[in-house]
């Protein structure tokens, strides 16, 4: 595992206190598999002492170049929204375990449900699905039009389904309200967001197969301090650290 | 004999560095980042007798300068840590300092027997200082009868030397270190986190779901130090010092004070390479201020302001 | 009545905003930055029977968030106070809480007895907690029983109501807090600074010439918080609640925790304006979560969690 | 008194470890009295709370141009170092009372004595005397050719006698080994540098008219938490504050 220095190339606000940062450097080769995350340093001093986990949006090998989508609310993502072209970036990774790709058939269809800040890795999970022949439909679901990003991009993978909470873009609802019809032919699921909307999107999936991504605060990241932990029926510790057992799990694996 | 070694009993270490309890699991997530054979030595995250899930999360916070915990001892069980973590750090060829706790006397008795019998730990650190559990920890380490009972008894079934471990949430260090020392532990580790905790200030409520937790980090070093210098004037029993450290300029200061070897907890998670860094460092460090071995720098401080110094 | 004002007992303010003792010295110099009157209330300097010039220099270190000092109550003495100090504060027409200090149970009942009894002092904040001194001081802070009998004859001559500050350097902030309410305390303010130390790694010698000092800033928040939130729900007294406030969602996450007023100390030195830009702020993040009177912010934190309140 | 944001439009390394600061901002036209100091906050958060006391070395009034030399040496320091062009510095001042030139008649001479660090603050003063008539004399004492700065521009002024302490430039010694000849015509004295050089000079000065300006370390730097008081013997209180009663004292008038 590995620490970086990467170079800022852009970091531009694409919606309301959303990011997008590119970021340059040899270390983006590492990070071929999607849903893997960063785990950042905002802080140029001891301050801001703990690492920011970001998943990672996108990667473009060929020019080592990788995108994180961040929303600037709290304390250390609003200094990394502060940072310009040229500075170097402390992070950590690629950390966890991505998506696994190999269940996936080329005859299946896959169903990626993402919420709010969750949405970003879905966009290279997507990308990679649909090189390997799979035929993909999104979910996306903001708080409204203005809270909403990367939807064009998204619409260039697959068909895109936009809910927001307000009505304001697409469906009026959450990601769940529009699961339903995506169902019928049987898709793999995968699905990124907070925990209230796994647990939904786990129930509306009724015993399909599927991946969900968790979160949750973190120290390390690399799974030395037990932070991260979620509770889990299927292996005998009892538990599962997010950080490095995940932030993937299959459905029905963790409990929620 | 090298110029970083420092000796202390039970640890003969290359060098006065070690990960802190807690921070650094079982060693096994950091041996993927570097060779832990270049540290002084490794403490294991507490055992208990039984495995622990520990407290729900969120279980962390960020302060500023320092973060909250309150993993809540978190562990797989001290059969289990004998049976599956110690061996992996056998090829290292360090000294393991084996931290212990528990909710009753019985259960830190029992956990010492087990695991100082191990020919991997070099030595123990009994854990009477964690603020995150209900039972035991902290309720043993705040009080001096409590305190030297404890160690008294640890002592008696523990084959390793006992390196007793501070709460910072005290009125009196130096009586609770003197009050261990008469019970008869061999060394101290000093300090533990305080008592903090943080509110989201919109909706009132507490980060961690165990509302208070641990406080570490660079912000908590001046207790460490002013604790650390008033307890080893006072006690003759070496000191493992810990508490915000972060760069080698910290590890000198906290010699300084008095510490024989030095802990570093937190800031692994903000650089994973903080330790073999800082030990590449130390003899920059000392040249620079022209000292020849790094035992020396144990109690500069009062050594020069001519304060009584009873230990060592 | 705005919807900032609070009201504890003796101190009728219009926000809940007052600078901290010993950082805002007895006013006149922040006079030069702005309008007073702007404030909620002002906690002057501790004031000793006779003046006193303090501790030697370096008096202050800085640490990561927080600072170290040990002034050790420099002050002109109480008549000097009252004669040359007080008197320039009357045209702002707010409360003066009067901090107050000694070495013995006598100077504290004397400078009491003398500073309460003028008009222009609304309450007085007893300082049993500063660490700086070698006799007085916290040493009332750190027993109950002392802090509890100083504080009951304090109240017998004092013409004003009666604010405890405490030490955080103790095992159990609650019992201390009980103690000093059975004995009679209007109110406590809390947290005095946390004793701490820090080294040059060169020289290894103190950066203080008092060698110790005390711990202020953004890096003892998490303790403050912390002290407040479980005090609060175990006495039923207002608590004027500082340690590392410097903005204003520290002061609504400080009231949420418990506390009725707060005071500001440290971060003043970084920014003069901080006391009238919190106030400023204050309404809109009230707006932000939809709170009207600021006063409905105190104890947020455990009205929600349904954890027994015994307080207000 | 103000809290300004000041412009970096220069900040360069002028000698080891030496860095010359070019700030401009409306505040500066305040900047009129030499010897006054700013009030530097140099951390972008919190981590580094302190301000930090800095002599204003130069001003030019007509282009709001205020220049800082200062010693990176701690951690404040050094990261002021790193500041880039464009970037604001948030200061407090003109603090303190400068140095009065009110007692200087054209007819008399001035000494000029500074150490190290203590250096910055006499080039204004040197240009201000200067202009007013007073002829005058540098002592400026460095440890090595390496650390010595602004040599030439002092030239400019006056006579200037440099001193190091490994004889590397000037003469071989301390500032008050140069003083003997100079004191001659009984020039007013100006003094700044640590304590023990300026209690050396006002032990050489025997007697002889002169103001010393002293250094403590600061907490609010404005008169408030007595942090940076020094023993007198002449005032009633027994104290004075350096950052608000100071930091220039007539020599005799502080306990040294
Ligand atoms: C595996 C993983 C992937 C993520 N990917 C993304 C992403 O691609 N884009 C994005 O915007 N966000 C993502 N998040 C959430 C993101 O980590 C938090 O929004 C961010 O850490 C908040 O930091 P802050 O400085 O804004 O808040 P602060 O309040 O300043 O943060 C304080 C501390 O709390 C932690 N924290 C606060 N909120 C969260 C949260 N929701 N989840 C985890 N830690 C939190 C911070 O990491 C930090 O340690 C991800 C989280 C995880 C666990
Ligand atoms: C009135 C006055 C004018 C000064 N003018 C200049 C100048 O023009 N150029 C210059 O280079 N230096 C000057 N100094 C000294 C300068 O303030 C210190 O060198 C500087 O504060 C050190 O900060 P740091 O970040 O390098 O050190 P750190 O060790 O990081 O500082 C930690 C704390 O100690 C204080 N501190 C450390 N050393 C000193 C010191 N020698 N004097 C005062 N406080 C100190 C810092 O201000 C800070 O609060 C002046 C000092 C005073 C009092
Ligand atoms: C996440 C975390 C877990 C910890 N777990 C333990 C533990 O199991 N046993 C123990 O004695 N101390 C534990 N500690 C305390 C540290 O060992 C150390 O005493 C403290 O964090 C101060 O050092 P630091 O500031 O370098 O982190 C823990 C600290 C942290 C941050
Ligand atoms: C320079 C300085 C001087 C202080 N002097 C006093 C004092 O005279 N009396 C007192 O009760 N507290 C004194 N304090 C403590 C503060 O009032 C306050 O309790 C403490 O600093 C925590 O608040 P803060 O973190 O906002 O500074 C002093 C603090 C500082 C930094
Ligand atoms: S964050 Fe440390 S174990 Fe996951
Ligand atoms: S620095 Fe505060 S009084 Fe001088």
Known sequence: MKKHLLRITSNTEIARNIFEMKLTGSGVSLMTAPGQFLHVSVGKDSSNLLRRPLSICDVDLDREEATLLYRAQGDGTKQLSQKNNGEMVDV????????????VDQNKNALLIGGGIG??????????????GVQVTF??????KEDSFYVEKFQEIGETIVTTVDGSQGQKGFVTDAMEPCLEDEPVIYSVGPGVMLKAVEERAGGLDGYLSLEERMGC?????????????????????????GPVFKMGEVVL | MSRLSVSLPGLNMKNPILPASGCFGFGKEYAKWYDLSLLGGITIKAATLEGRFGNPTPRVAETESGMLNAIGLQNPGVINILENELPALEPYNIPILANIAGSTEEEYIEVTRQISASPLVSAVELNISCPNVKEGGI??????KSAADLTRQVKQVSEKPVYVKLSPNVSNIVE???????????GLSMINTLIGMKLDWRTGKPILANKTGGLSGPAIKPVAIRMIYEVSQKVSLPIIGMGGVSTAEDVLEMMSAGASAVA???????????????????????????VRNISEMTGRSFRQWKTPLSSR
Chains 1, 4 share one sequence.
């Open chain 1, 92 to 103: 950590l990774g690629p950390l966890g375990n991505g998506f696994n790709l190999d269940t």
């Open chain 1, 119 to 132: 949405v970003p890795p879905l966009y290279y999970l997507g990308k990679q699905l649909k090189s390997s």
């Open chain 1, 221 to 245: 990241g690399i799974g030395a301090c037990f932070a991260c932990v979620c509770p889990t029926e299927t292996r005998q510790s009892g538990y599962v650290k997010i950080c490095s057992d």
């Open chain 2, 264 to 290: 570093v907890g937190t800031a692994n998670f903000v650089n994973p390479y903080v330790c073999p860094e800082i030990i590449e460092k130390l003899p920059d460090l000392l040249d620079e201020i022209g």
């Open chain 1, 139 to 144: 979910i996306l679901g903001y708080q409204s």
């Open chain 2, 139 to 144: 309720q043993f380490g705040t009080h001096y």
């Open chain 2, 176 to 186: 609770m270190a003197q009050a261990v020392e008469a019970a008869g532990a061999d």
